[in-house]
């Protein structure tokens, strides 16, 4: 509407970017690894899709575990924070395997940013681990592991999101 301000997204909340390439994705990941190690072993591994399952196939395969499921939750659109949908449960038989509880299993996920996602997870397993490569002030305290924190303005920008395109110089006229 006229005169008023637009909306910011999350992303344009965020205000700084933290681009990931694969390679520096996939040494996070193994670092990661480096940690659960010491804290496992895992019966399974629960992958919060979407971003969840890139990390969770890294982590899977150091670690050895072939039992993999997802917990399919979609809460932004692009950049924009909207209500969780929980799009499907966690299956019957990872339940089994955590007891009914998430002991023993092991939440992937790719970052927590409010925490919002991270929480609704954490409620149906309460027992279990949960990991994320990255993390964010407001979600880091639901995290058990993570590798590397940015401030809560940080957008990161994974490499399944993006392509390599042109840069202007940072000098203006210089080309
Ligand atoms: O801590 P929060 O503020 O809840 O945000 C973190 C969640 O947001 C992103 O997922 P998104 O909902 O964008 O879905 P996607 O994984 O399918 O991209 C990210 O992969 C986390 O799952
Ligand atoms: O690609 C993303 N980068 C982020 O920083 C973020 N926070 C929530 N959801 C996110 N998705
Ligand atoms: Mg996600």
Known sequence: MAGEAPELSAQERAGKA??????????????????????????????????????????????GVRVIDTVCIASYD???????????????????LG???????????????TGKTGRMVREMLPDAHFA???????????VDTFITEVSQDTWIFFPWDTALSYHPPLRDGAA
């Not at 994320?132 to 639901?142: E, F, H």
Request: aromatic fraction near 6%; charge should be positive.
């Open 78 to 96: 692009h950049n924009k924070q909207g209500e969780l949908q929980v799009l499907k449960g966690i299956s019957e038989a990872a339940m089994k």
């Open 18 to 63: 933290f681009p990931v390439s694969w390679d520096q994705f996939h040494r996070d990941c193994r670092a990661l690894t480096w940690r659960l190690n010491e804290v496992g072993p895992f019966h399974a591994v629960i992958a919060i899709t979407r971003g969840g399952l890139v990390p969770a196939a890294i982590v899977a395969r150091e670690l």
């Open 99 to 113: 007891g009914g509880t998430g002991k023993g299993l092991l939440i992937v996920d790719d970052l927590v940013d």
């Open 132 to 142: 994320t490569v990255y993390a964010k002030p407001m979600g880091r305290p639901l």
